[in-house]
């Protein structure tokens, strides 16, 4: 009898704050990629974040409703550690850029050396949302701009709510 194979976990980590069209066309190619795909939220502790980790959550769990083998969940703590409790062999990150891959080379180094198991994998987005960043879309809806089309609908609405 042959045994099936292991299902080949990713981790898809960030502040999601908010979650940006960027966001989702990462997380829509890893699922294809990978059996599952489990987006972590941060909590942010040092930062204060613009919408509230369960807001963060929802946003990010209403959006990929329709994707297979995606879930959400926040965590705090070493994105190593959490990986691992779910036996994923994969952290997802979007590389948009050589200042992204900036950024993101010193904490791939430093998560290999926790975890030399677990492997960071970059894909790099569409061209139409390569320029989505969080920190944009925060920085341009606080100056009364508009946003739609750089964030999904439901997370649109969430920022309608918020005083700028
Ligand atoms: O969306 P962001 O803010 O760029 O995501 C950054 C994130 C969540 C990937 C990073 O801050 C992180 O992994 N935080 C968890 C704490 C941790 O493991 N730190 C050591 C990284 S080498």
Redesign the pocket.
């Given at each position: 009898m042959t045994s099936s194979p292991e299902p080949r976990v990713a981790i898809c980590?960030?502040?999601?704050?908010p979650l940006t069209n960027g966001h989702v066309d990462l997380i829509t190619r890893a699922s294809r990629i990978f059996d599952r795909v489990v987006v972590?939220v941060?909590v942010n502790e040092q930062k204060t974040p613009l919408l509230p980790l369960a807001d963060r959550v929802r946003l990010v769990q209403q959006v990929v409703a329709g994707l297979d083998g995606v879930s959400v969940e926040s965590?705090e703590?070493?994105?190593?550690e959490f990986a691992a409790a779910r036996r994923a062999s994969a952290i997802v990150?979007g590389l948009r850029s050589a200042a992204d891959f900036d950024?993101e080379w010193?904490?791939t180094v430093?998560?290999r050396r926790?975890r030399p198991e677990i492997e960071t994998v970059f894909l790099v987005p569409s061209p139409e949302v390569g320029a989505i960043s969080?920190r944009l879309v925060k920085e341009i809806w606080g100056l009364g701009g508009d946003i739609s089309g750089l964030v999904p609908p439901a997370v649109l609405a969430r920022m309608r709510t918020v005083t700028r």
């Open positions: 980590p960030g502040s999601f704050d972590a941060l965590f703590g070493l994105l190593t990150r950024y010193p904490m430093m998560n926790l969080s």
